[in-house]
C-alpha cells in the first residue's frame, strides 16, 4: 500500500513536471528569456485584464515574471488543494449520510410511538363509550385527548 502510493506521488511529480513545462513553453514568446511575462498572457486570453489576473496565479514572488519553477510551485499548490478538497467532499457525504440514516431511524420510532399512543388512546376512547363512565372529569380528559388523537388516523 505505501509503497503503491509513493508511486503514485511519483507518478503525479513527473506528470506536473510536465505539465509545468508545456505550460511554460507554450506561454514563452521570446525563446531567449528564461522567464514569462505578463504580455506573454495576452493571445490567450480574451482581454489584457483577465491575462493579468491569470498571471498573477503563477507569479508567487509579486515581481512580474514568471519562472518554469514558480509555474511548477503553482501547478503542485493547485493539485494539493484538489485533492484535500475532494476528500473533504467525501467526508462531508459520509457524515450526510450518517446523519440521513440516524434521522430516518429517529423518524420510524416517533412514528411508531405516535401510532402506539394513537391506538391505545382510542382504546381508551372506546372504553369510555361503551362503558359510561359517570364522572364529567374523566369524560372531557379522555374526551379532548381522544378526540384530538383520533383525528390524527
Known sequence: MRRDLHAFK?????H?????????SAFRGDRRRRHLIPSDFYPA????????????????DGNEDI?????KTTIMMIYKERRFLARSLRDVDHALSSLD????MFFA???????????IL???FDLCNHVKLHSPF???ILGKCGGALLNCL
Open 10 to 14: 511519483s507518478l503525479m511529480a513527473i
Open 16 to 24: 506536473l513536471k510536465k505539465l509545468a513545462r508545456n505550460l511554460y
Open 45 to 60: 486570453y480574451r482581454t489584457q485584464a483577465e491575462a493579468k489576473e491569470a498571471f498573477k496565479i503563477f507569479d508567487r
Open 67 to 71: 519562472t518554469r519553477a514558480e509555474i
Open 101 to 104: 440514516m440516524i434521522l430516518m
Open 109 to 119: 420510532i416517533v412514528l411508531f410511538f405516535s401510532k402506539l399512543i394513537c391506538k
Open 122 to 124: 382510542r382504546a381508551s
Open 138 to 140: 374523566s369524560m372531557s
